[in-house]
């Protein structure tokens, strides 16, 4: 178990600049997940860690070492990819060990290391089988294992379940979520999957275009994203925006739509009077309410039912909205409805697309 | 099955047949005349098997002609350029699949340039440029000469089989504590078997028919690889058809062996279970 600093770590690719100045620490034991869209770099960082991909500018620092330079072999670091990487001519348990075989560690102790990662990853049965005669989880589990044989410092997961199916993906979601509870081993995890980052993470890094964007808890992150990117980014379905500018009128904080609707604010911003907004509201927050000042009339364009809830694609002013709601009343929603937003629900972003600071305490 | 499916097949397994058989007949051809006594040569018309089978050709090339010399030069040319350039164009072709280095645009095509020309244009620079070195009229000169030759396509085709092999295999195996050589012995080259049999073969082949650079760099039978000691067998006034034939059984038998020794390695599919997709 170590601690891992990486600061301001830029990585080019020829002229191509892929990430621009990361800065990121990990505490001893703690479970990382970097999120982001495809392309925007996370398996190229969990790389450079990993010492696979050099470090064009910057520091990486495991346990307070500087190990920019350092092999692969002599970090210490486990490593699970997206697409398993098991060595086909070896079979189970020889997989698992080949970490502790090529650095010549005591018989007694591989074969203890192997039987003991196996029942932990319900591997024994299949110890003596090739990867081909494994089906997609098993390895996957047999990828873990190789991962935990060997006691690393840290580990690095490159979206380990995205290859599997949902139900799967869900049972090794909380198997991993064991394991760390167990080895307590510092982690970096990255995935597409929010429920993942959500369930796994104690913090969630979120990038974008090599950029982070948002260090935080997963709650820090839903209910107080830094800017336009994390919000959409973050929560599903994703969080509808619409654009007005800021007012005060009477004493009280508004954002006035387009179409002349004030809708009220819980507090006070550091903005100015007029000053060009985005009004953001996550589906699950709007409220559909009888006709009010200060609700809003939307067509209904189409009714989705997940089961659990409905998801209501809506036309506001013509921009597409959704509303995800418990109410199975909205099954029968009529041609049009109408939704109000709760104020301290409400997410306000200047023109830059950063976080409003609000000026009285308070959820906005 | 249905009706179409079955005459498909049909239709499938005649085509190959006809393929096979017309493949195959020479070497048939071969066995028969090698087996026909020199009474019956001519004699008997065309016919699939002659009435009467004899082994004397073979007894009298195998005893009383330069043949074995040839059987042992060629064994030794065509052994030592297999070996040699397998093991060179699997570390070349590694190269080229794993790493980026300056002038590999270069190098990849200089290599390709080499095999643009026809040999014979080569032929006279060679045989100037070893005979002073003393490599005319040497096996050692043979093996120098083929190895350079087939370096360049034995590359190529061990590079293939590299770029098959999962680049996450080995950066697994770093990452696992082995060196860039360890993943390399221990991970890429288990899995490269079928690429090195088949270079190997490839190889052994090519050496072992190659007519050209031993007949014009070879004089004397000491020397002579089977391919020129065949030739031998051709007199001014005739040639002795049956003994040539069963010189040339005896030669497809070391080629045989040969595949019949690497043909387990040759089956696809040792990569499964690797990755997934
Ligand atoms: N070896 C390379 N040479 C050039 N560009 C590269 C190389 N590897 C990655 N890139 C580029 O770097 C960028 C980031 O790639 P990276 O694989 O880190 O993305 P990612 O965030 O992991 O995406 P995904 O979620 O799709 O896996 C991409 O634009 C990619 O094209
Ligand atoms: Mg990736």
Same mark, same amino acid.
């Given at each position: 178990m170590a601690s891992i600093d990486i600061r301001n770590v830029r990585k080019n690719f020829g002229i191509v600049s892929v990430l621009h100045g990361v800065d990121l620490s990990l505490e001893n034991g703690e479970f990382v997940v970097l999120v982001g869209p495809s392309g925007c770099g996370k398996s190229t960082l969990l790389r450079m860690i990993a010492g696979l991909e050099e470090v064009t500018e910057g520091e990486i620092r495991i346990d307070g070492i500087r190990v920019n330079?350092?092999?692969p072999k002599d970090r210490d670091i486990a490593m699970v990819f997206q697409s398993y990487a098991l060595y086909p001519h070896m079979n189970v348990a020889e997989n698992m060990s080949y970490g502790l075989r090529i650095r010549k560690a005591a018989r007694e102790k591989i074969t203890a290391a192997v039987s003991n990662a196996a029942r932990k990853l319900e591997l024994q049965p299949l110890l003596a089988r090739r990867p081909k005669a494994l089906s997609g989880g098993q390895r996957q589990r047999v990828a873990m294992g190789r991962a935990i044989v060997r006691q690393p410092k840290a580990f690095l997961f490159d979206e380990p379940l995205s290859n599997l199916d949902a139900r799967l993906r869900e049972q090794m979601r909380a198997e991993i979520k064991k394991l760390h509870r167990d080895l307590g081993a510092t982690s970096i995890y990255v995935t597409h999957d929010q429920i993942e980052a959500m369930t796994l993470a104690d913090r969630i890094v979120a990038m974008h275009e090599g950029v982070v964007q948002q260090v935080g808890s997963p709650l820090e992150l839903y209910d107080r994203p830094a800017n336009l990117f994390v919000a959409g980014f973050i929560g599903s379905p994703a969080m509808n925006f619409l654009s007005a500018r800021y007012e005060v009128s009477g004493g009280t904080a508004g954002a006035r739509l387009p179409d002349g609707t004030l809708i009220a604010l819980s507090s006070d911003y550091q903005l100015e009077e007029g000053a060009a907004v985005t009004l953001g509201i996550r589906p699950e927050h709007v409220e559909m309410s009888p006709a009010s000042e200060s609700s809003l009339r939307a067509t209904v364009d189409l009714i989705e039912p997940t089961g659990f809830g409905i998801i209501l694609h809506l036309g506001l002013h013509g921009l597409p909205f959704n509303v995800f709601t418990l109410d199975r009343a909205a099954l029968t929603a009529g041609p049009t409805v109408t939704v109000a937003f709760p104020p301290p629900h409400l997410h306000l972003f200047d023109e830059t697309g950063k976080r409003a600071a609000s000026l009285q305490k308070g959820t906005g | 099955m249905n009706r179409y499916s079955t005459f498909g097949t049909a239709l499938h397994r005649l085509a190959i047949l006809c393929y096979v058989v017309f493949a195959l007949f020479p070497l048939f051809w071969l066995l028969k005349v090698s087996v026909?006594?020199?009474? @019956?040569?001519?004699s008997e018309g065309v016919r699939m098997w002659p009435s009467r089978m004899s082994f004397e050709h073979f007894r009298f090339v195998l005893a009383h002609s330069a043949f074995p010399v040839f059987f042992r030069n060629s064994m030794i040319v065509a052994g030592a350029t297999a070996v040699i350039v397998t093991l060179l164009a699997s570390l070349s072709g590694y190269a080229l699949s794993r790493f980026t280095f300056r002038g590999k645009y270069w190098l990849v095509a200089l290599m390709l340039l080499t095999q643009m020309f026809p040999l014979v244009m080569l032929v006279a620079p060679i045989f100037k440029m070893l005979s002073p070195l003393g490599l005319t009229n040497s096996l050692t000169g043979l093996v120098v000469v083929y190895t350079a030759f087939n370096i360049p396509f034995a590359t190529f085709l061990m590079q293939s089989f590299f770029d098959g092999i999962p680049k996450e295999l080995e950066e697994a195996a770093k *990452?696992?504590?082995?060196?860039? #050589?360890?993943? #390399?012995?221990? *991970?890429?080259?288990? @899995?490269? @078997?079928?690429? *090195?049999?088949?270079?190997?073969? #490839?190889?052994f082949t090519a050496a072992w028919s190659e007519l050209l650079f031993a007949l014009m760099l070879i004089s004397g039978n000491s020397a002579a690889t089977f391919p020129v000691g065949l030739l031998t067998f051709v007199s001014k006034f005739s040639v002795d058809f049956g003994q040539m034939m069963a010189a040339g059984v005896l030669a497809l038998i070391p080629a045989c062996l040969f595949f019949l020794f690497i043909q387990r390695y040759l089956v696809q599919g040792l990569t499964a279970g690797a990755v997934k997709g």
């Open positions: 330079e350092r092999a | 026909t006594p020199n009474d @019956l040569l001519y *990452i696992d504590g082995a060196t860039q #050589f360890m993943a #390399f012995r221990q *991970i890429v080259l288990p @899995l490269t @078997l079928p690429g *090195i049999a088949a270079t190997l073969g #490839f190889v």
